[in-house]
Every structure is written in C-alpha cells, then in structure tokens.
Nanobody
Framework: QVQLVESGGGLVQPGGSLRLSCAAS????????MSWYRQAPGKERELVAR?????????DYSAAVKGRFTISRDNVKNTVYLQMNSLKPEDTAVYYC??????WGQGTQVTVSS
C-alpha cells in the first residue's frame, strides 16, 4: 500500500534551517508530482511547495515561503525534500507531504521559537 513518511521536523530558532524528508513507497514515485503542505493550529492546511514529476520537474512555491524554501526530489531514493532556511515563527506548523492522489503522510512538527 502507499506510504508517505515525513521526518526532519523539530524545534529551531528564528533564522535557522531545517530539512524535511518524505520517503515514499507503494506507488511509482517518479510519475507523480509531489507537494508539501502545512497546517498551523486553528488554520486550514495550505500548500507550501510542489515539484513536478520526471517529465516536468518545475517547482512552485507559496508567496509566504518563496526565496526561503527549496523543494527537491530523488527518484532513486523515492524521497522528496523541503529545505527550509531563514525560518520564522509563522512557519510553525505540522508539515505534510502528498502525492496528489489522496495519499498523505502523518506529518512532522516544525516549531520556530526562541
């Protein structure tokens, strides 16, 4: 069955960096665009970044993270990454990955606080 397992979250000070990973299995990873979403307490889940499949590896970002976050993928390791730099307190949320086919990971908590 499809599995998406996020890791790499944690507590970081403002201005710091984290790299999230999402290990995928149970589907042909390279065929699917992959996305990162986040959900802060009391807020709706929002798209953070998306990267296309092997036919179109274009990356898109929300305005809130553009220039600070970078999404990438490794089709050999079946893993999608989110490099997060210059983190702000408002980046605090649970981060989820999805393959766009209704499959989601369990999420990883990112907390930005001094």
């Amino acid at each position: 069955q499809v599995q998406l397992v996020e890791s790499g979250g944690g507590l970081v000070q403002p201005g710091g960096s984290l790299r999230l990973s999402c290990a995928a299995s149970g589907f042909t990873f390279s065929w699917f665009a992959m996305s990162w979403y986040r959900q802060a307490p009391g807020k709706e889940r929002e798209l953070v970044a998306r990267i296309g499949n092997t036919r179109s590896s274009r990356a898109d970002y929300s305005a809130a993270v553009k220039g600070r976050f970078t999404i990438s993928r490794d089709n050999v390791k079946n893993t999608v990454y989110l490099q997060m730099n210059s983190l702000k307190p408002e980046d605090t949320a649970v981060y989820y990955c999805t393959n766009g086919a209704g499959d989601w990971g369990q999420g990883t908590q990112v907390t930005v606080s001094s």
